[in-house]
């Protein structure tokens, strides 16, 4: 602990330890369960006055920590919405009171007794974790409305789209467990609009152990919503573990995503759209159909996402489910994004049933901009600039591997252009057909471990007739300085013109 004295609000101290010095964030402290806030956190009590009056009171003196001891506390109130002149919206039951952005910041600690954020233990089996405090919504039925996301724990929604319009309440969550009645409809903790947000060894699953968590279909079924876009600030989600909703994790720009894992949730992961980049090491996810995708919070369809993310993953561990139940298995694409939003770098790994490591790519629907390499093979997931010749490139598989052999010395060019794509579509085949893939090429011309196509390099007198070399075939012409392609009766360039 640190030797500084802190503020004490409330009656008496004997629930957060008769008389001890408290250390660790800002200078008020409040313990739930002391009075006058006594929540019961015996998990039949509705604890939601309670614990709204604690977040109150510490708000009011200009911040500090809401101590839960261990307990199950029951958040059983109605959803609370508000708007400050029609345009910060507020959809909760426990909701993060309103500072104005034009006053001094308030810091507000929600601490638990102990780190709650490994849910290794319970990975099969009927049980959930019962140790530390937890709080428990008992929200259903719950659907999504012009005033945003239904929450347990909120600030303001961005539905009005102004990224500075925020409440300048900086919320760090620490040691806490947060739990949602078997397909959440209720977003656990909604952090879109606080002014910057830290959550600290948490967990967020659903009432029921994962031997039963049934298949989330709910948009408004989320765990954890971190700051959006103009957040102006470094955030961060580390020792999380999220179980059984809809979508997992939103985290938006310059969020640090560290040491997190994601189960059973139909979208693990959604980037929030933003120009600044987040960064994420060491996530992993499980027995989820999709990787990274949005989801409709109003019909609950998994789509694009909608406008640009940029991210640097290093180090996501995908294990994949194959069997019953189906909807835990891969979707045909686990990345969608058609419109090329997504931009950056992503190392994963991943493994079937029984943790056999599956050395593919990732099946992805657009993703153009997105460098997604398999650490365990080394392969790269190759792209186009359209979703129609990528899928012509892979045979009729988005997001397949082509398997490349290493090669040095010949000049080569990349297929990010429509007539690089236009050759390629054309001779992949015959590349197949003349083993030209293995790193052992003779004839035509082979694909680099970096998605480039490199091919055979010929004087002008040296090389084949057109005939000879097939239609689709290519060589560089040392001579003329340039690829040059086989239509089956002549050589052309890339305009088109015979050479």
């Keep these: 602990m640190r030797g500084h004295q802190r503020r004490l609000l409330g009656s008496s101290e004997s629930g957060s330890g008769g008389g001890a010095t408290y250390g660790g964030f800002g200078s008020t402290f409040v313990n ?13 009590t509705d604890d939601t006055a309670a614990i709204q009056a604690a977040i109150d009171a510490v708000t009011a003196e200009g911040g500090g920590t809401v101590y839960f001891p261990e307990g199950r506390y029951l958040v059983s109130g109605a959803l609370k919405s508000s708007h400050n002149a029609g345009t910060r919206l507020y959809r909760a039951q426990v909701t993060i009171p309103e500072v104005s952005m034009n006053s001094k910041k308030v810091e507000l600690e929600l601490l638990g007794p102990t780190p709650m954020g490994d849910y290794a233990g319970y990975t099969t089996g009927t049980v959930v974790p019962d140790q530390g405090a937890i709080i428990v919504s ?27 319009n925020r409440t300048n309440v900086g919320v760090y969550v620490r040691n806490l467990g947060f739990r949602a009645p078997s397909n959440p409809t209720v977003t656990m903790v909604n952090l879109a609009r606080v002014a910057s947000a830290k959550v600290q060894a948490c967990f967020f699953d659903t009432t029921v152990g994962l031997a039963n968590v049934v298949q989330p279909t709910a948009g408004t079924g ?24 809809m979508v997992g994790l939103e985290t938006g720009e310059h969020c640090l995503t560290e040491n997190v894992e994601i189960i059973m949730c139909i979208v693990p992961w959604t980037p929030m759209p933003g120009p600044h980049l987040q960064w994420a090491v060491n996530v992993g996810i499980e027995w989820c159909p999709y990787l990274i995708a949005s989801v409709n919070p109003s019909t609950g369809i998994v789509g694009d996402l909608t406008s640009a993310a940029y991210l640097d993953i290093d180090g996501l561990s995908i294990e994949e489910h194959t069997g019953s139940p189906t909807w835990m298995n891969p979707a045909t694409n686990v990345i969608l994004d058609n419109s090329h939003h997504l931009r950056g770098h992503v190392r994963f790994a991943r493994s079937a049933a029984g943790g056999v490591p599956a050395t593919d790519g990732l099946p992805t629907q657009g993703a153009r901009r997105l460098s997604l390499s398999n650490v ?36 080569y ?87």
């Design 32 to 44: 739930v369960k002391d009075a006058p806030y006594s929540a019961a956190g015996d998990n039949s």
């Design 138 to 164: 008992t929200l259903t039925g719950q659907t999504y409305s012009a005033a945003g996301l239904p929450a347990c724990i909120g600030g303001p929604d961005e539905v009005d789209g102004t990224g500075f």
């Design 222 to 245: 989320r765990g954890l919503r971190m700051p959006s876009v103009a957040n102006n600030t470094l955030l961060r989600v580390q020792d999380v573990a999220i179980v059984g909703y």
């Design 376 to 411: 365990a093979s080394g392969k790269f997931n190759v792209h186009s600039k359209t979703l129609a010749s990528f899928t012509a490139i892979n045979n009729g598989t988005s997001g397949k591997i082509i398997e490349v052999g290493a090669g040095t010395g010949a000049p």
């Design 413 to 499: 060019v990349a297929f990010d252009s429509t007539a690089d794509l236009a050759f390629f579509t054309q001779t992949r085949a015959k590349l197949l057909a003349d083993n030209a893939l293995d790193g052992t090429e003779t004839t035509v011309a082979r694909i680099t471990k970096d998605g480039a196509v490199r091919p055979r390099q010929l004087a002008t007198g040296s090389r084949p007739a057109a005939a000879t070399a097939g239609a689709g075939a290519m060589i560089w012409d040392s001579t003329l300085g340039k690829p040059i392609w086989s239509t089956g009766s002549a050589w052309v360039d890339a305009t088109g013109a015979a050479v």
